[in-house]
């Protein structure tokens, strides 16, 4: 009972935050000039702020870290770790823009962190390909390959007001369905995660529908990519161990529609792209 109690409060907590947080975070980027203004890129005419990442991740992180239990599930440290890494590294991008080669490798040295020292990594293809286990250092390779894949696919969308906060909470809510239903401890900490990272984006979401009062920038773009990331391998990971009534067969294939929202627009992004050279 505890945990389902913590997930209620993680949700509510990080809500109240967010929503109260997001005034002051507008006000002080607007009179410092952190602001997107209008241009032949967007479909804003009025300069708008963009550090709303800034209040998701206050709501998120501070619920979060209240109610979850670390000692649980001793991999949270890390994937906090590299969570706050993504966050500053957003940050200084929604400041002053960081070269692409400097953006990609810190966000290959925030997901090393939670792949190696965490060992939070897909451990099979599952029969997939007729493919089943893998060595370490490939397991290593290619979970980083997915960490990087799904935040640039979250970051890409992140172009019309609402999307990528509605995307997120849709595959967040797929993820936690069935971890409730799996049920055990670990599952339970990730669900009071989902609940924390939700309600920030409700409360985020009444100061970004359209007309936007305030975008989340890189700074939440970035973090919710990893997010749901982690939450994909860690769905793939907990039910290739789980055997109860509720196991799925191909659970990489369910975590990929999960999130195929993303991924479908970056891959469209990219064929375009190619097109015109």
Request: glycine letters at 8%; hydrophobic letters at 60%.
């Amino acid at each position: 009972m505890p945990s389902y109690i913590n997930i209620i409060s993680a949700f509510f907590t990080a809500f109240i935050i967010t929503y109260l947080v997001i005034p002051v975070i507008i006000k002080i980027a607007c009179l410092k000039g952190l602001v997107d203004k209008p241009n032949a890129r967007g479909s804003h005419t009025h300069i708008v702020p963009t550090l709303g990442g800034l209040g998701i991740f206050m709501g998120f992180v501070l619920s979060f870290t209240l109610f979850a239990d670390f000692e649980a599930f001793p991999s949270l440290q890390y994937f906090l770790f590299a969570m706050v890494l993504i966050f500053f590294m957003g940050m200084k991008d929604d400041v002053v823009a960081l070269a692409a080669r400097t953006k990609a490798l810190g966000l290959f040295l925030a997901v090393s962190v939670l792949v190696i020292l965490g060992d939070v990594r897909i451990t099979s293809f599952y029969g997939i390909f007729g493919i089943t286990e893998i060595n370490y250092w490939f397991s290593v390779g290619f979970t980083i390959f997915v960490f990087l894949t799904v935040i640039n696919a979250v970051n890409l969308i992140d172009g019309i007001n609402g999307l990528c906060s509605v995307t997120t909470i849709i595959s967040t809510v797929a993820f936690s369905v069935w971890l409730l239903l799996e049920g055990s401890e670990v599952s339970l900490q990730l669900v009071i995660l989902a609940a924390a990272i939700v309600g920030s984006l409700l409360a985020f979401l009444r100061f970004n529908l359209t007309p936007a009062r305030i975008f989340m920038g890189d700074t939440g773009s970035l973090m919710l990519g990893y997010i749901l990331a982690f939450f994909a391998i860690m769905f793939i990971e907990i039910n290739e161990a789980y055997e109860g009534m509720y196991k799925l067969k191909l659970s990489p294939v369910v975590a990929t529609g999960f999130i195929a929202l993303p991924l479908a627009d970056m891959l469209k992004v990219i064929i375009i792209r190619i097109y015109r050279k």
